[in-house]
């Protein structure tokens, strides 16, 4: 880890001055300007916060005395969380009284409500079932009729009767079962004579065979048997199309659709009896149940009461009793104290989130930014370090600070510890240091910010330790050491630290309009 620049401030000091030098009258103290790196940083003093504080109160809608109450400063943790620790009892022997006076209402409500329930969960039940078994028969009326001649036609015909049910078989919407044997008959038929004029075929072929004495008489009445066989299919097949087309289409279509219709008038007459009857029953039952929302409301709000008398611990944190207000002639918080309903009673800040909180000069305001990381030691616990990042920067100045001293201006910085270590007992309220890493500059000119003096119209100079003349710089960031030379000096030149004695002495150094001021 980087070890913080503050932390190194007494060695910067020592070669601070062991850079620098005496003349020889020992009146004045001088310093050769140094070119190297820059660390810019802001070192500011703060105190450690919480960054989330759960605060426990009191939920009952009347005034309670705290019968107990956890010791403040005792340390939550997630086991106690875990095991529902106690850490607030009010008394609760009115509230227990309360709810068994409205238990015994609420039950006898809910015993006159019972037979209501149950007249209308047995009457709804009865509907449903009559309902869903007419819906039923129309959802199958419905796919028959699909199954027979397709959605589309079914769809069609379902609401209107065809003119003539046979030309259906030459709709091209048609679908379904009827279209699939349509096309098996005429592939029967087609099939039956592509065989018997295989049949015919193959006989001519053998009588030839026959005739030139290759094959035998019975061959030759074998393939005679086979054409007479195939004739027959044939006339068999076609006799089963004519039938289908003549007869059975149109009655599996009369007696598909007259099933749908029969359905969906049956479905109708269920619906508006069992409309008729739930009403009834409804309005037997709403007046009961009336009354029972009533006392269930009154006995939920008994338990609620009775349940907030008892409050746990539900996040880990640190026991703080919250501060009686100041028009309040209780004193602290304790046992037997009485409480108001929405009054604060403990404040648990979460320590596994911590931050510390600084007052940063408006001089170095601008050199923060939210995001920059930081270095961080606790006054309490010497040695340990902690690394952290700027999480939030006000805008305007600490009000609290401009009231008590209108000159000097700060602004509150929060700055988010990233490892507080779960051994290491961090609390709100100790004092901290924070160093925010502003940035590194490479390669630059620097000299003490002691040694830079300023002007009543802003011009920045220093002194040359040769001649005691004011030299006009030009000056860029800085950090509580050092600030940078961006021009008017070079490595090597030797200037004072202090100004030279006819300067002090002077209300016009060397010839300015103004005395110098220090920067």
């Known amino acids: 880890m980087k070890t913080p620049s503050y932390i190194l401030l007494?060695?910067?000091?020592?070669?601070?001055?062991?850079?620098?030098?005496?003349?020889?009258?020992?009146?004045?103290?001088?310093y050769p300007v140094h070119r190297g790196n820059l660390d810019i940083s802001v070192l500011e003093s703060g105190t450690l916060k919480s960054e989330q504080s759960n605060n426990i109160k009191q939920q009952i809608s009347k005034l309670v005395k705290i019968q107990y109450i956890i010791d403040e400063g005792t340390m939550l943790t997630e086991k106690d969380v875990a095991d529902g620790t106690i850490i607030v009892q009010m008394e609760s022997r009115d509230f227990e009284d309360a709810v068994y006076e409205r238990q015994t209402n609420f039950e006898n409500s809910e015993a006159s409500v019972i037979k209501a329930e149950e007249d209308l969960a047995i009457q709804m039940s009865t509907n449903e079932s009559s309902i869903r078994s007419d819906e039923l028969n129309?959802?199958?009326?419905?796919?028959?009729?699909?199954?027979?001649?397709?959605?589309?036609?079914?769809?069609?015909?379902?609401?209107?009767?065809?003119?003539?049910?046979?030309?259906?078989?030459?709709?091209?919407?048609?679908?379904?079962?009827?279209?699939?044997?349509l096309v098996t008959y005429k592939s029967d038929i087609e099939l039956a004579q592509?065989?018997?004029?295989?049949?015919?075929?193959?006989?001519?072929?053998?009588?030839?065979?026959?005739?030139?004495?290759?094959?035998?008489?019975?061959?030759?009445?074998?393939?005679?048997?086979?054409?007479?066989?195939?004739?027959?299919?044939?006339?068999?097949?076609?006799?089963?199309?004519?039938?289908?087309?003549?007869?059975?289409?149109?009655?599996?279509?009369?007696?598909?659709?007259?099933?749908?219709?029969?359905?969906?008038?049956?479905?109708?007459?269920?619906?508006a009896q069992a409309r008729s009857k739930q009403v009834s029953a409804e309005s037997t039952l709403r007046t009961a149940r009336q009354s029972l929302v009533r006392d269930t409301s009154r006995l939920e709000e008994a338990k609620r009461d009775l349940e907030h008398c008892?409050?746990?611990?539900?996040?880990?944190?640190?026991?703080?009793?919250?501060?009686?207000?100041?028009?309040?002639?209780?004193?602290?918080?304790?046992?037997?104290?009485?409480?108001?309903?929405g009054q604060n009673i403990i404040q648990l800040p979460d320590l596994s989130r911590m931050s510390v909180n600084v007052k940063v000069h408006e001089t170095q305001i601008d050199l923060v930014a939210v995001g920059q990381s930081a270095t961080i030691t606790i006054d309490a616990l010497p040695g340990q370090v902690f690394s952290g990042e700027v999480i939030r920067k006000s805008i305007l100045p600490d009000a609290q600070r401009r009231w008590m001293s209108e000159d000097v201006k700060v602004y509150s910085t929060e700055i988010a510890i990233k490892n507080p270590g779960g051994k290491i007992s961090l609390r709100p309220g100790m004092n901290a240091t924070a160093e925010i890493s502003i940035e590194r500059l490479e390669n630059v000119l620097y000299v003490p910010s002691q040694s830079i003096f300023t002007d009543e119209n802003e011009q920045h100079f220093c002194y040359d330790a040769a001649t005691s003349k004011a030299i006009p710089v030009s000056i860029g960031k800085r950090n509580r050491i050092f600030v940078e030379i961006t021009s008017g000096l070079n490595e090597g030149d030797v200037i004072l630290m202090t100004p030279p004695v006819t300067s002090r002495n002077s209300s016009n150094p060397e010839g300015k309009d103004s005395k110098p001021q220090e920067k």
């Open 310 to 341: 008892t409050i746990r611990a539900t996040s880990p944190g640190l026991v703080v009793y919250e501060p009686q207000p100041s028009w309040s002639n209780e004193g602290p918080i304790k046992a037997g104290s009485e409480i108001r309903p």
């Open 138 to 181: 129309v959802i199958y009326a419905i796919n028959d009729l699909k199954k027979l001649v397709g959605e589309e036609l079914a769809e069609i015909y379902s609401k209107e009767e065809p003119t003539d049910i046979a030309a259906l078989l030459t709709d091209p919407r048609l679908g379904g079962q009827a279209l699939l044997d």
């Open 10 to 30: 007494a060695v910067l000091l020592g070669a601070l001055f062991c850079g620098c030098s005496k003349k020889s009258n020992g009146t004045a103290m001088t």
């Open 194 to 271: 592509i065989k018997l004029n295989r049949a015919i075929q193959t006989l001519e072929y053998t009588q030839k065979l026959y005739e030139k004495q290759f094959v035998s008489k019975n061959e030759l009445d074998t393939d005679a048997l086979d054409v007479e066989s195939q004739k027959k299919t044939l006339k068999t097949t076609q006799g089963k199309y004519d039938i289908f087309v003549t007869y059975d289409f149109i009655k599996d279509f009369y007696k598909a659709r007259a099933t749908l219709q029969e359905a969906q008038d049956k479905l109708q007459r269920t619906r």
